[in-house]
């Protein structure tokens, strides 16, 4: 299975398109796919999410304000959120919640990006070579 520290960063970049990052995710194991969304939640903690990218993650995720993950996501402590939305379990809100975690990690990391990272930084991961032909690998 290709990495999936990278493949999470560059689907929150956009180095690599959702479509295939939700095919990368449907292949998994059930608990592989635990193991992704709680991967995801704490990298949202890190990049510093907060309940204001609530609204702008749920559009960029394309999710309802209905649908249980948004919900979620608008509702109390964030890294309390994250957790919940991680520990879904019906396959249609583990596929919703990673779209949800994605667009959470992209809001986050991006204005992290922006304001701390912009002069240049030491995280790997905002130096990802491009490389999406093993996205089913």
């Known amino acids: 299975m290709a990495d999936p520290y990278i493949i999470l960063n560059e689907l929150a970049q956009e180095f690599r398109p959702m479509p295939q990052g939700i095919e990368w995710f449907e292949n998994l194991s059930t608990e592989e796919q ?6 995801l939640s704490h990298f949202c ?5 907060t309940a204001e990218d609530g609204p702008e993650s749920i559009r960029r995720a394309g999710l309802r304000a209905t649908h249980t993950p948004a919900v979620l996501i608008a509702r109390g402590r964030i890294d309390q959120q994250l957790g919940k939305i991680a520990s879904l379990t019906p396959h249609d809100e583990r596929l919703k919640s990673f779209r949800l975690l994605i667009a959470v990690l992209a809001v986050a990391d991006g204005r992290r990006r922006e304001r701390f990272c912009s002069g240049g930084c030491g995280h790997a991961w905002h130096r990802l070579a491009v490389d999406t032909s093993e996205a089913s690998a």
């Open 45 to 49: 903690i890190q990049a510093r999410a």
């Open 34 to 39: 635990s193991t992704t969304l709680r991967l």
